[in-house]
């Protein structure tokens, strides 16, 4: 069931617990939606209720990922998927290149990594003469 909460400056914050984790932590997804200007209030009303099943639906079908950090989410690629379907020569290799690729974008959320992020990331190893 997703709560929905109005907030002192006019948006609305939508979280849905997604579970709990394995530290017993319960696990939550947010979502900020923010109204169109000209909206009545009972348009905004049925519009944030909208949202809030969509966003639940999604959370339920494990699209959601955004308060994942890229490590976070690379460490659970390699356990779940790499392990099982690469070769382990590729799978080691992998491994090390995390220990360039961590410090640099590990950090980040995914929904806020982007391409020039990527693409800055990756001319500074060729420029540093630390080719891939």
């Known amino acids: 069931m997703a709560t929905i909460r109005r907030r002192p400056n006019g948006t609305y914050e939508i979280k849905v617990s997604c579970g709990y984790g394995v530290d017993g932590k319960q696990r939550?997804?947010?979502?900020?939606?923010?109204?169109?200007?000209?909206m009545t209030k009972r348009q905004i009303e049925k519009e944030v209720q909208?949202?809030?099943?969509?966003?639940e639906e999604d959370c339920k079908r494990g699209h959601i990922t955004a308060a994942v950090k890229f490590e976070t989410f690379?460490?659970?690629?390699?356990e779940e998927y790499a392990k099982v379907n690469l070769r382990p020569t590729s799978y080691a290799r992998?491994?090390?290149?995390?220990?360039?690729?961590?410090?640099a974008i590990?950090?980040?959320r995914l929904d806020k990594i982007t391409a020039r992020d990527i693409q800055k990331f990756v001319t500074d190893m060729l420029v540093n003469g630390k080719n891939m």
């Open 74 to 78: 690379a460490e659970q690629w390699f």
């Open 50 to 55: 909208r949202q809030a099943i969509l966003f």
């Open 94 to 103: 992998m491994k090390q290149l995390t220990k360039r690729v961590y410090p």
């Open 28 to 38: 939550n997804q947010y979502k900020s939606y923010k109204p169109e200007p000209g």
């Open 106 to 108: 590990g950090h980040k």
